[in-house]
């Protein structure tokens, strides 16, 4: 049989040149149409080994069954070295053949910041501990007792504020000199708390609402203070600092992030931070502060307050609700 005929050499290199294309970008192309995600997905770096070892076996069986395969294996090789192609083109070669592998050893073994293939699970509860899961926000779930401490302490001017925000208060007050301090919050329900200061008669509902909205205040605050830096003004995790984290820090906005967890879940989590996560939560290690370190948990509980109602989300209900 006569026909077009290529030597062994040239089998061997296309032989190994399509083995790699197909697990190199077939096999992932492959996955795309498949999955219809908008994304490859990861092939390991082991199978391509798998498979190129394998390849070079059965070629390199191939090659030495015969003193024709091997002969014809190296033909081309001894008629390059022979200078049958031209001498600069041997040279070419035996210049570019340890540069490639040379390269190739390099970018195996240079350190490169890579994603992990394994994933992250960004709401491990394996640590969590179940007495959390029912607790509820004292400072936007107000107890009757609260309420009506504050309308009494409304009625007589002297509201308690957290510490951070009392300079810019009193500051405030000697600068417009107002009747009453809550006058600093000019919204519809502290203007109908002091309408209703003014009659003498203050409804539980009317001192709730003004309860809540000093709570939410306190609570931005605080957040200005401590969590913007890293997740933001509008809490979609792009603070300033934001940037200098492989872990970026959490975009409250996203919907399945402080939506699908309990308020005693987001609690926990400030409370202990990066480091108090299980290992499920790595491969990368979480920047986010220990917060119990150094905000009490009032503090905590009103930035927690704050965090949903500037990302417009509420928290998941427990279960048992
Ligand atoms: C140094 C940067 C940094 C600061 C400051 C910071 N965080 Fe974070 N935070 C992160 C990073 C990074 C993550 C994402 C990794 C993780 O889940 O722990 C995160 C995650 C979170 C999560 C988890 C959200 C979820 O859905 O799992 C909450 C809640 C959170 N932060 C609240 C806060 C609050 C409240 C503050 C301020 C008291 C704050 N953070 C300050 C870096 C920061």
């Given at each position: 049989m006569r026909g077009f005929r290529i030597s062994m050499f040239w089998w061997v290199v296309i032989t190994l040149a399509i083995v790699y294309s197909v697990v190199k970008w077939a096999i992932p192309a492959l996955s795309r149409e498949i999955t219809t995600l908008p994304f490859p997905l990861p092939v390991p770096g082991t199978l391509m080994l798998f498979y190129m070892v394998l390849t070079i076996v059965a070629l390199f069986l191939m090659v030495t069954f015969s003193d024709e395969g091997l002969e014809s294996f190296s033909r081309p090789i001894r008629r390059l070295l022979r200078g049958d192609f031209g001498q600069p083109t041997a040279y070419l070669v035996l210049l570019a053949v340890p540069f490639f592998v040379g390269w190739q050893v390099y970018e195996v073994v240079v350190p490169k910041v890579e994603v992990p293939v394994s994933l992250r699970i960004q709401h491990p509860s394996s640590n969590f501990p179940k007495k959390f899961e029912e607790m509820k926000n004292p400072f936007s779930n107000p107890t009757d007792e609260a309420i009506t401490a504050f309308a009494e302490a409304a009625k007589e001017g002297e509201i308690a504020f957290i510490e951070q925000v009392v300079g810019d208060i009193e500051r405030w007050e000697e600068e417009?000199?107002?009747?009453?301090?809550?006058?600093?919050f000019p919204t519809p329900a502290m203007t109908a708390l002091l309408g209703e200061i003014e009659g003498g008669e203050i409804e539980p509902a009317t001192a709730k609402a003004a309860l809540i909205e000093k709570n939410l205040f306190e609570g931005r605050a605080l957040y200005a203070m401590n969590c913007r830096p890293c997740h933001g003004d509008s809490v979609a995790?792009?603070?300033?600092?934001?940037?200098?984290?492989?872990?970026?820090?959490?975009?409250?906005?996203?919907?399945?992030?402080?939506?699908?967890?309990v308020e005693g879940y987001t609690f926990w989590r400030v409370a202990n931070g990066g480091p108090g996560l299980p290992t499920e939560a790595t491969p990368w290690d979480s920047a986010m502060p220990i917060w119990k370190l150094n905000l009490s948990d009032e503090e905590r509980w009103k930035i927690i307050m704050a965090e949903y109602d500037l990302a417009q989300k509420t928290p998941r209900i427990p279960e048992t609700h």
């Open positions: 417009s000199e107002p009747d009453h301090v809550l006058e600093f995790g792009d603070g300033p600092m934001a940037d200098g984290f492989k872990l970026r820090p959490i975009n409250f906005t996203d919907n399945g992030t402080i939506e699908t967890i």
